[in-house]
Nanobody, 122 residues
Framework: QVQLVESGGGSVQAGGSLRLSCAAS????????MGWFRQAPGKEREFVATISASGSMTYYADSVRGRFTISRDSAKNTLYLQMNSLKPEDTAVYYCAARSGLSGVARDYGYWGQGTQVTVSS
C-alpha cells in the first residue's frame, strides 16, 4: 500500500507560481511511476504530468508543457509539481497518483492522494 498526501495548494493571481508536493508513505516510492492529475468543477479528471520511477522520463499535457515541471526526490519520498505562469484555467483540485508503468490515464492508477485545491484569479 502507498499512502499519498498532497500539499502546497492555495490561491494565486494569474502569472504567479505554486509548488505542489506529494509525500509518500512507502519506502518503495522509488519503484513507482508517478503522475499529477487535476479536476475542475463539472469536468473529468485530466492528466497533467507523469514521471518515471527513475526520474529520467517526464511527459506533460499540452496545456501545461513549458509552464509546469514534475520532479521527484526519492530520498524524501516526495513528488513535486512546480507551476509557473499560472492561468485561471489551471484552477482545479490537483491529485498525485502512483502506479507501476507510465500512463496518462487516470483509471490506470491504483493509488491516489486526497487532493489539494489550486485557485488562480485573473
Amino acid at each position: 500500500q502507498v499512502q499519498l498526501v498532497e500539499s502546497g495548494g492555495g490561491s494565486v493571481q494569474a502569472g504567479g507560481s505554486l509548488r505542489l508536493s506529494c509525500a509518500a508513505s512507502e519506502r518503495a516510492f522509488s519503484r513507482y511511476d508517478m503522475g499529477w492529475f487535476r479536476q475542475a468543477p463539472g469536468k473529468e479528471r485530466e492528466f497533467v504530468a507523469t514521471i518515471s520511477a527513475s526520474g529520467s522520463m517526464t511527459y506533460y499535457a499540452d496545456s501545461v508543457r513549458g509552464r509546469f515541471t514534475i520532479s521527484r526526490d526519492s530520498a524524501k519520498n516526495t513528488l513535486y509539481l512546480q507551476m509557473n505562469s499560472l492561468k485561471p484555467e489551471d484552477t482545479a483540485v490537483y491529485y498525485c497518483a502512483a502506479r507501476s508503468g507510465l500512463s496518462g490515464v487516470a483509471r490506470d492508477y491504483g493509488y491516489w492522494g486526497q487532493g489539494t485545491q489550486v485557485t488562480v484569479s485573473s
